[in-house]
């Protein structure tokens, strides 16, 4: 799917380009440029037919491009969101925001699932289950008494272990 042509033509040069800094040099240039998006792999190829192709695991340019773009052709956003993947013009406003005003950490993917380590250790079973049988209490006495003694568990933690387990009703 081709997803935007730009042809972007500027002949004015100014400053002085030294090895060191590009701090206040102005380059203009001339380009024309075809890109793509073809199962996730983003392609911008030039006149001459130099390609450059940046693969789906490559997040962060493909999200700089498209604000690139974005910025510097008409195509509707949401077009142009769903060609990178994203699925709503709110997609790309969210991106453009990060790209124009946050850090580049911001635009790193995110770990997806939990974001911290699970309460539920195989000492915190072993806990539960000897609190189980050598007590009468129930889930929620057995979930206030173990937060108590300095292990933070839930009621709904302390039900789950003991059902995992077959521990559930507590014969009298």
């Known amino acids: 799917m081709i997803v935007a042509k ?23 240039i001339t380009f024309s440029l075809n890109v793509q998006a073809h199962e996730g792999t983003l392609m911008f190829t030039d006149r ?12 962060v340019q493909q999200k700089v491009s498209m604000i690139t773009l974005g910025e510097f052709c008409g ?3 949401r077009q142009l969101a769903t060609c990178f993947g994203f699925k709503t013009r709110k997609s790309y406003y969210d991106i ?11 635009l790193l993917p995110k770990r997806p ?3 911290t380590p699970s309460k539920r250790t195989k000492e915190v079973e072993a806990l539960i289950i000897r609190t189980r049988f050598e007590t009468d209490l129930n889930r929620d006495e057995i979930a206030e008494a173990l ?6 568990v839930s ?8 059902a995992d387990y ?7």
């Open 96 to 106: 453009r925001h990060t790209v124009l005003n946050g850090s580049p950490a911001d």
């Open 48 to 59: 001459a037919g130099k390609t450059v192709t940046f693969s789906k695991e490559q997040t």
């Open 147 to 152: 937060t108590q003694q300095g292990c933070k």
């Open 75 to 77: 195509l509707p956003k």
């Open 6 to 28: 730009i042809t972007y033509t500027y002949l004015q040069r100014s400053g002085i380009i030294e090895a060191t800094t590009w701090e206040g040099t102005t380059m203009h």
């Open 166 to 172: 077959g521990l559930a009703k507590k014969n009298r």
């Open 155 to 162: 009621a709904r933690l302390v039900g789950q272990v003991l």
């Open 113 to 115: 699932g939990p974001h």
